[in-house]
């Protein structure tokens, strides 16, 4: 079982820059992939960006251009760079990590993007 920390989040000018960061207990390079998700208030979930275990990513249309994800499979380590904020992008920030049969999640993080 794998369990997921969140860190980085806050209050952040549009236009600003923020890394998040997710702490993983176990290995994540057994994952599958690596994820993050964002749930803004009266919103459901959604995807923001993954990592495959081969490396290869895919964004969501509302943030290709501005957010970055990378892994650290040493220190098991998955980031999202944000950069270019806007206030839309205000949520709940989460981490998820999906084994292949499990999906896994962090408990979130507030990402706050004041206009």
């Known amino acids: 079982q794998v369990q997921l920390v969140e860190s980085g989040g806050g209050l952040v000018q549009a236009g600003g820059s923020q890394r998040l960061s997710c702490a993983a207990s176990?290995?994540?390079?057994?994952?599958?992939?690596m994820a993050w998700y964002r749930q803004a208030p009266g919103k459901q979930r959604e995807m923001v960006a993954r990592?495959?275990?081969?490396?290869?990513?895919n964004y969501a249309d509302f943030v290709k251009g501005r957010f970055t994800i990378s892994r650290d499979s040493a220190k098991n380590l998955v980031y999202l760079q944000m950069t270019s904020l806007k206030p839309e992008d205000t949520a709940v920030y989460y981490c998820?990590?999906?084994?292949?049969?499990?999906?896994?999640w962090g408990q979130g993080t507030q990402v706050t993007v004041s206009s």
């Open positions: 998820n990590a999906y084994d292949g049969i499990r999906n896994y």
């Open positions: 176990g290995s994540i390079f057994r994952m599958n992939a």
């Open positions: 990592i495959t275990s081969g490396g290869s990513t």
